[in-house]
């Protein structure tokens, strides 16, 4: 069992690498490995304007973002024409990624892996709305990256 992992790279083209999809479904399945059934989750890679665009229209934020998460667990009607369940789509910017890894002096492939990890936990129905559903999701991503020894993406680190 175990999520599918379909990465779909719809810049024109880029710089930024992207890690190979063998890793994105390694830390999917490492986030979602309370599920039991079979799961299917597409990732799209995107640049800033793309990642911007959609930012706006389903958050209302002008502005490009890491990651949004978009989920089809409630969609039972697609589900079952299906035969196995749609966790969603996670849309990875690319260039906020590598950004964000060099601001924060981070491998950038330990951030890949923490965005990953972060929008299958959105899909899974965590959040972080209020102080105690961030603590809690905080809490299980710094646990499951210590799992694969990668540090806590929230401490301030000093070069």
């Known amino acids: 069992m175990g999520i599918e992992v379909i990465v779909q790279d719809g810049r024109e083209s880029s710089d930024d690498e992207v890690p190979p999809s063998s890793d994105f479904s390694d830390w999917a399945n490492l986030a979602a490995s309370e599920l039991s059934d079979e799961s299917q989750l597409t990732i799209h890679i995107v640049d800033p304007v793309e990642s911007q665009q959609l930012n706006l229209q389903y958050r209302g934020k ?3 973002t890491n990651v949004l998460s978009f989920s089809y667990v409630d969609d039972e009607m697609l589900s079952e024409v299906v035969n196995h369940r749609l966790l969603g789509d996670l849309v990875i910017c690319a260039e ?8 924060k002096q981070c491998p950038v492939n330990d951030h890949w892996t923490h965005l990953t990890i972060h ?3 959105h899909l899974l129905g ?5 102080k105690q559903q961030a603590e809690e999701m905080e809490a299980l991503e710094i646990s499951l990256l210590a799992s694969i020894h990668i540090n806590n993406p929230y401490e301030v680190t000093h070069k």
């Open 126 to 130: 965590y959040d972080h709305e209020t």
């Open 119 to 121: 929008g299958v936990l």
């Open 96 to 103: 906020i990624v590598q950004e964000e890894a060099a601001r």
């Open 62 to 64: 002008n502005k490009p």
